[in-house]
């Protein structure tokens, strides 16, 4: 198992390697001169000479790679141009807005997902099957910036002023001002700079909600989360569904099932023992698949229900051409795709030794 | 297929049985998704083809000071002639420059079928090249070509996309490119594990001992075998391209105004869904539809080219 571990980690450092490479030159062919862009009007050339010499610019590019490389080691990912802020501390602040949104996305597609799929393929060609598989067919073809549009008309406009209305837009409702978990608990001293990864689970609402014990807020953290979860979930639930459908199906026709059987195991066991261990293997490929599309949902949904993520923080920078920051950023998430695509193969290899020694 | 394959061919094409793409075709015509799927993607094409006569008016004329227009803009309660209201000549009422919402969405369809289309295609064309290349030559060029289709595949799809808008300029043939760059790496790993498992059959190694040229040999004799789960894959890839070039548009990075397409119209109207839901409503039921289509057709292409599940 170590193994397979250390090939799959050894495996992944030319990806990241070339993840970096692609985004350090995505960002030089940029159009445009950087001393402009950043200095604007104050740009003259004794000035930009200056300015590209503090910021390495004066060398030739692969000696300019190589300093990224060092400071993107250091955690390093340079200043934002439209923000005057390290792109770091950007990051630290509204990372977890979208960690947060994927997560509980993933969690609603997982939940619904996998027992409807699974049910379905043990009432195969019932109406539940078929009405699944119509409704997936329907999930994978919708786009997710109109699903969030739809979602909050009817939560929020048109069950108004009923129990099921739901915020349309925002963490929290507004005034709301949660203290973080580390102050609560008196960890830190009110007023002083917590490190990062602090501050990071504390930007996390409903986990800072859990761990300050504040139920109201832990309600209204989720009652915000429902609808942009659900937009962003509906296209990887329907994958899920489709997946594990097929999975079971094709493993309740194996002859071990049919052993199982034979040996007169209750159904529940038959099932839920033989046939749901080896139907899930292909399905938490497909979970791991799916945190690119939740990213992509995420930057959808981010812009539709105002919620300043890295998403919405990303596309308002392409705008204003903050190249740092959309350097920064793109390089980060990338980089945790291939982390968490890394950490599915491994998990894939744990389960199914057929994989770890091939 | 094979009934229009000129005699002199059929020798060189042998070893693939003519049966073979009759039979795909009689399956495909019992696919009820196949067929709904085909359905869809006929209606469309011919309202787009017929995109003049369909629509009602100019897609892109405001309807201000026109005679016999009330140039009634969506702030009001809007008019829907569909749902009811008298007011008939609009039938989905208008958009916020007062230009008729049905035309617009009509002439939508061209945008997004040739987008769809032209995207998948030409990441077939470059994807299907750099696999044969990669698979057919093997070694280091292999290994350069498939390491940086690695690379490609960790970036999110929409977020690479938009990457590559940001450094080209947004624009509708930018979006274009960012989208066909990154479904290119699919195309590629498809081609080349097809390419491995056939290089080393008899009658690739027979056609090399025969000293014919690399290309010759991968153009009519890998090609043609690999070709299958290409045509799968690129089919549903049209829908999904359609929806990234939608979700481009609608961050404003893809077809700009007043151009009409589907999600540039849901970028201009989006501000307005609580007072004007219907101006979002329609072009996200028209991308839904379409996208719909291509899916149940490549689902359906799916199951009828695989022999393997022609197990009744």
Redesign the interface.
Known sequence: MLKFVIRRLTFSI??LL??L???FT?AR???GDPCLAVLGERATPEICETFFRRNGLDQPAPIQLLIYMRNFAQGDLGDSMRFHRPVMELLVERLPTTVELGAFALLFAISVGVPLGVLSAYRHKSALDVGTMIGA??G????????G??L??LF??LLKDTPFALPPSGRLTPGANPEPFYIVAGWIAEGAEPPGLLRFISRINTLNAVLTLNGELLVDALRHLILPAVAVGTIPLAIIARMSRSSVLEVLNQDYVRTARAKGLREREVVGKHALKNAMLPVITVIGLN???V??GA??TE??FSLTGVGRT??DS??SRDYTL?QGF?VV??AG??LI?MVVDILYGYLDPRIRFN | MAATRPAALQPESAYRSPNLWLEALRNLRHSP?ALLGMIIIGALVIIAIAAPIFATHDPLKTMIGVPGETGRLPSKPPCIPILGCEEPQHILGLDLNARDLYSRVIYGTRTSLSVGVITISLSIIAGTTLGLIAGYVGGAVDNAIM??M???L??????LA???V??LGPGLTNALLGITITFIPQYARLSRASVLSIKEQEFVVAEQALGANPLRIMLAHILPNAITPIIVQGTLGV?TAI?DA??LS????GAQPPTPEW?QI?SES?NY??TS?HL??F??IA???T??GF??LG?GMRDALDPRLNRN
Do not use: H, K, Q
Request: net charge neutral; charged share 5%.
């Open positions: 030319p990806v070339g993840i490479i692609v985004t995505l062919a940029i159009p067919n329907i994978v073809s919708m786009p997710v910036f109109w699903l549009l739809m909050a008309y929020a406009v945190f690119g599309l990213i992509s930057v959808l812009t539709i990303l596309v392409i705008t959309v793109t998430i990338a795709f291939v695509n | 998704s390491r940086l690695d690379v490609v960790a970036f999110p799809a929409l977020l938009i990457s590559i940001t450094i829908g929806l939608a979700a609608f961050l404003g990075l999600g849901l989006r869904l609580f839901p979002v409503f072009p996200g991308i839904m539809i996208v719909l899916n149940l689902d």
